[in-house]
Nanobody, 114 residues
């Protein structure tokens, strides 16, 4: 059974940091590019960051470049998203996704507010 389980979300003040985790099971995690998406209330889901199967290549949405870092541990079958200098516009539900599959996590809520 394929599972992607996100964790690490929460309420944080502007300027704060959070580290999201997505634990994978049930598929060959190390062979897949992994992505983080987010969806704000009333908005479409948007791509935040991606990382290649080996971790050698990463890409980011312009809105998070220089603030967010995606990385992965293939031994632990986990992908991470380190989020620094958080802003209210970063608020939303964050999902991990395995590229070219139907594998999505259930999401973790991130709220940036004072």
């Amino acid at each position: 059974q394929v599972q992607l389980v996100e964790s690490g979300g929460g309420l944080v003040q502007p300027g704060g940091s959070l580290r999201l985790s997505c634990a994978a099971s049930g598929f060959a995690f190390s062979k897949y590019t992994m992505m983080w998406y987010r969806q704000a209330p009333g908005k479409e889901r948007e791509l935040v960051a991606s990382i290649s199967s080996t971790g050698g290549a990463t890409d980011y949405a312009d809105s998070v470049k220089g603030r967010f870092t995606i990385d992965r541990d293939n031994d632990k079958k986990t992908v991470y998203l380190q989020m620094n200098s958080l802003q209210p516009d970063d608020t939303g539900v964050y999902y991990c996704y395995a590229l070219h599959t139907d594998y999505w996590g259930q999401g973790t809520q991130v709220t940036v507010s004072s």
